[in-house]
């Protein structure tokens, strides 16, 4: 544990040195002072561990095949460093031995002189040749077999809870006993993918057509919500509860006549005032599943504020005014925005993500925290997972995977290439030609709910 | 020894020191040796084999590559089963273990499964996130529809789509204005700053929104039935809050009960139910659970009280019961001082702690009784006063003293004969207390009685301390008289009594007794002597040379 600690700090302290080298001199104090503090962490790793193997594979770092979970202050430190290495085309940095001052020194120039290269990654890897102690390695990318594999599991998974969580309002209909360890099994399962395959896991989200809006709205709030409470730094724990709380946010509507909650057309004004007691009926339904714990109390929080809004305007109406929980800020979010972007009974065109995204900025402040969604568009990207996208070069695409280091840049899955045939090819937008262009940008987003388009074709 | 024997000496050794872990507190040495122990084990067993340890968890046994390590048929206290019934199939620890993950570990394993109401194995061991210890878990065992996941996904995917629709949406791209996207900002420094402080807030305990969404529902709510599920909710609540030592939370919950009681926009017929809530907080239950937290953890006495001061009377005879219980001189402290401020409610049921069987409890409330000091109390200490134990009765006419009874005085006549010295002492200071007439002519008369010449000199030197705060001149008379009185048959305990009387004239501190004091200042009996000086010196407030 303390090794991985070392290793984070080693990073972290790599990140610092190397934005330092980018705008002062490598002789400058302040970068000459970064490179010891860098070399003696280094060598006190060293000390036990021999070798230290640091790769990034997809947005996560490994030391020496270990995954390395980092608190939130070495957030930008982190994110720095998975750019710049992307950038340079290099996913493996590898220090052995005792590594002296002038290594680093020549490892940090190597590295500020690959990044004005058109072959970054030979430019470095030709500059450390010299260099006995401190080797890189190009970029891997993950293998397609293997997503594969998790995109199953994913799909299980998220299944799973869909499944679990119809059999939750069932149970609690017919005033049967809730299995609330079943629960944080399933959300444990959820938070595990999440924090390894973000990217599926969403994809299972942004899918619209699915037949029990219900069930899988629980579902698709709580894998927002988890994904988020992992962009804001919580740990596994807390994310596991934020996930139950987000799964359990609307269980009060198990109290609203089925009549109303399947009504086609606008609600009177009276189905609107029982609609509207769905808060209050979350914490009485929560609070009698079981005796309480910090758990249940923190869901039935959620689920009374999850409507109330940031600046107490929505429902149900508060006489006293107390701050949102930072769980119902995160689950109000993720709750409006996979509402908007779904096809509802009583508002059967979702939005598309974009849309929904654009208005939920206007909504900052107001109705949703302007901090958490800045964290969320950051998430989410530019183009969220199921945008529609015409390329510039006149390929038509669904976004399949948003990109963390470049948001403009996500994965495409191209439908229809420049000729308007069908096809099936998933290009990344961040990819660049041998001058340095990027090979391919979007130029137009479309809002595919005008069209039939199955987004479970291309997500799934 | 061969890798299976080590192996399976391995497995002996996790499944005694499970046991020991269930025995021994952390900090107890048969605790702490078993922990290290098992750790060598896991270095031997790593030493053994070729890299990480890895078992498969069958129902009844327990693999290492393929071979039985563990077999064990039975239902209960079964390591295999243990794993098993969670959907763990196979456990994996990795040669990096360390020994605070084995510590975890083996405190995990040695739960007893009857308290895993909440959390099972697999929830215990991803909590704790271990780095060198991994598991494989059968998910199957949460899927409630086998089908469900084919039958949705057929479901999606019987609208594929058309490749006309597509040429469709292509040909709608192609003309289409662009559309603008929204525009992302960066994290900024400032805002992780931001997002630590709301780390920070989010911290504190839970308990107390959730009081004040009651609050909001109480006032928004107009069903009944609606309204009597959440006054039990909040029972509920309220018992939890105890039980997690968070007074505050239960306070807050009783004060939000007793201003809905006052408000008039609240339906009467449901204030019937409120007073119930009311009522449980002081119910036996509730009361019981309070002992048991305070007897353990170290509360602020001031959030107890305030949360006793908040109950009814029906919580007294509670609070008397766990007041024998208690262990924790802290706790009994804290329940005592809350059966004072329970007692001015309704003394009537604190009276009835006087008929407990256990002598520590009657005494108790005899002091509590005397923290109120209300004298519609002497009534029944007067009863108890003739308890059979001797720190009660004891405790009792302290009591009655401080209370000031006059009524006392016939009864504690009888004690001032009584053969223990402790409660004669003490019933000569409750009659200086109560001070009335009757009381000084009771102590005057016991002083002239021939049996007083035998007391000890610290019981005398009690009555003419308790004598001089009359400040009388029968008194004074008394005590002058008492001074010279010479006597030619037990010429020693008359000088104590001579002594004595010089001592309380002394404490009187009026200056005309310097000369009579003066006469015997060079007195041949020295206890006589050593009095009469130390009393003009506390007259005159000079040092006398000796």
Redesign the interface.
């Known amino acids: ?1 303390e090794e ?1 600690k070392k290793a984070i700090d080693i990073i972290s302290n790599l990140a610092i040195l190397l934005r330092t080298s980018q705008v002062h001199d490598i002789n400058n104090v302040a970068v000459t002072n970064l490179i010891d503090k860098v070399t003696g962490l280094i060598n006190d790793f060293l000390k036990e561990e021999k070798v230290l193997q640091i790769d990034l594979v997809g947005e996560f770092f490994y030391a020496n095949d ?1 995954r390395l979970k980092y608190s ?2 070495h ?2 430190n982190f994110d720095f460093l998975s750019r710049e290495l992307k950038k340079r085309n290099t996913g493996t940095i590898v220090f052995k031995e005792r590594i002296e001052t002038p290594e680093i020194k020549t490892f940090v120039k190597a590295f500020i002189t690959a990044g004005f290269s058109k072959d970054p990654f030979n430019t470095m890897q030709n500059s450390l040749k010299g260099l006995k102690t401190i080797t890189v390695d190009r970029l891997k990318k993950v293998k397609e077999d293997e997503t594969l594999d998790m995109r199953k599991v994913v ?3 998220y ?2 809870a ?3 969580s ?2 939750l309002i069932n149970k609690i209909k017919a005033k049967e006993a809730v299995n ?3 629960a ?3 959300v ?2 959820m938070v ?1 993918l999440i924090l390894e395959e973000e990217q599926l896991f969403l994809g299972m989200t942004a ?1 619209k ?3 029990e809006y219900t069930y899988h709205h629980s579902v698709n709030v709580s894998v927002l919500s988890i994904a988020l409470g992992q962009r ?2 919580l740990s ?2 807390a994310l ?1 509860e934020l996930g139950i709380a987000a799964l359990f946010h609307d269980i009060g509507k198990v109290e609203v006549p089925l009549e109303i909650l399947n009504k086609p057309t606008a609600f009177t004004e009276n189905e609107w005032l029982i609609i509207k007691k769905h808060p ?1 009926w979350g ?2 339904t929560l ?2 599943l ?6 249940l ?2 869901s ?2 959620v689920a ?1 504020e999850h409507h109330l809004h940031y600046n107490y305007t929505g429902y ?5 005014k ?2 949102q ?2 769980y119902s800020r995160i689950v109000t979010i993720a709750d409006q925005y996979d509402a908007m972007t779904s096809s509802r009974v009583y508002s059967r065109v979702p939005l598309p993500p ?1 849309k929904a ?2 208005i939920l ?1 206007e909504r900052s402040g107001t109705q949703v925290d302007p ?1 958490i969604l ?2 969320f ?2 998430m989410v ?3 969220p997972i199921g945008s ?1 996208v ?1 390329l510039n070069t ?1 390929d ?1 695409g669904i976004v399949y995977q948003s990109n963390p280091v470049f ?2 840049r996500p994965k495409v899955r191209i ?2 290439d420049s000729t ?1 045939r ?1 096809t099936d090819q998933t290009v990344d937008l961040s990819e660049k030609d041998e001058q340095g262009r990027f090979l391919r940008s ?7 709910t ?5 987004l ?2 291309y997500l ?1 | 020894m061969s890798e299976l024997s080590a192996i399976k000496d391995l497995l002996q050794t996790l499944l005694k020191t499970k046991k020991l872990i269930r025995m021994y507190p952390e900090n107890n040495p048969m605790y702490i040796k078993a922990v290290n122990d098992m750790y060598e084990k896991f270095e031997e067993a790593f030493q053994q084999t070729s890299g990480d340890i890895a078992f498969q968890i069958r129902q009844y046994e327990i693999l290492f590559q393929d071979e039985q390590v563990y077999q064990n048929p039975e239902k209960s206290d079964n390591l295999a089963l243990f794993f098993f019934k969670d959907g763990i199939r196979e456990l994996k620890f990795l040669r990096g273990l360390n020994k605070e993950e084995l510590e975890e570990f083996l405190k995990i394993i040695s739960i007893d499964e009857k308290e895993l109401v909440d959390d099972d194995i697999v929830t215990l061991m991803w909590e704790k996130d271990f780095q060198n210890i991994k598991y494989v878990v059968d998910e199957s065992v949460l899927t409630e529809d086998e089908d469900y996941e084919r039958r949705a996904t057929e479901t999606l995917m019987e609208n594929i789509n058309s490749p006309d629709e597509l040429l469709r949406v292509y040909r709608a791209a192609m003309e289409s204005d662009t559309v603008r996207t929204p525009q992302i900002a960066p994290v900024t420094e400032e805002d992780l700053r931001a997002l630590m402080k709301e780390f920070e807030k989010d911290s504190a305990p839970k308990l107390s929104k959730l009081v004040y969404i009651f609050s909001e529902i109480l006032h928004q709510e107009s069903d009944k039935k609606e309204f009597e599920e959440i006054l039990s909710i909040i029972k509920s609540v309220l018992e939890y809050s105890i039980k997690v030592a968070e007074f505050e939370s239960a306070i807050e919950i009783l004060k939000l009960i007793k201003s809905a009681i006052d408000d008039g926009d609240i339906a009467a017929d449901i204030k019937p139910h409120m007073r119930k809530i009311i009522e449980h907080a002081g119910s036996r239950a509730v009361i019981k659970s309070i002992g048991e937290v305070i007897d353990r953890i170290e509360i602020e006495e001031k959030i107890v009280l305030e949360y006793i001061e908040q109950l009814e009377r029906n919580a007294i005879q509670p609070l008397i019961e766990i007041l024998g219980e208690l262990k924790n001189i802290r706790a009994r402290k804290i329940i005592i001082d809350g059966l004072a401020l329970l007692g001015r409610k309704d003394m009537q049921s604190l009276i009835k702690g006087l008929s407990d069987e256990r002598w520590y409890v009657v005494r108790n409330i005899v002091y509590i009784l005397r923290l109120i000091g209300d004298r519609r109390a002497v009534e029944y200490l007067l009863k108890t006063i003739k308890h059979p134990d001797m720190r009660v009765r004891r405790e009792v006419i302290k009591t009655l003293g401080e209370i000031k009874a006059p009524q006392a005085v016939t009864i504690l006549k009888d004690h001032l004969n009584d053969p223990d010295p402790q409660i004669r002492i003490a019933t000569v200071r409750a009659l200086g207390s109560i001070h009335t007439e009757s009381a000084k002519r009771l102590l005057l008369q016991r002083i002239n009685t021939k049996d007083f010449l035998h007391r000890t000199l610290e019981e005398k030197k009690e009555y003419f301390e308790v004598l001089s705060s009359w400040r009388d001149e029968e008194v004074t008379d008394f005590l002058v008289k008492t001074l010279k009185r010479n006597s030619l048959f037990n010429r020693s305990k008359n000088f104590e009594n001579r002594a004595c009387a010089a001592y309380a004239l002394g404490l009187m501190g009026s200056k005309e007794h310097l000369n009579i004091l003066k006469k015997y200042i060079d007195s041949g009996n020295p206890l006589l002597r050593e009095y009469v000086r130390n009393a003009i010196m506390r007259i005159s407030g000079t040092r006398m040379e000796r």
Request: charged letters at 35%; aromatic letters at 8%; zero cysteines.
């Open positions: 544990m991985l270990t939130i202050e957030l930008l799909k299980k998974t299944f799973n869909v499944s679990f119809k059999g609330i360890k079943k944080k099994r399933i444990e399962s595990d899918i057509d699915y037949d804001l730094g596994k724990k596991n209050q914490v009485k609070l009698m079981k005796n309480p714990d910090p758990l109390i923190r039935a929080i009374f149900p109406a508060v006489r006293n107390r701050e929980d930072l974009d995204l654009s900025i901090l800045k964290f568009i950051n990207g530019v183009y529609l015409l006149k038509l948001p403009d439908i229809m308007g069908r979007i130029i137009k987003t479309l809002d595919y005008k069209y039939k388009i199955n479970a074709e799934m």
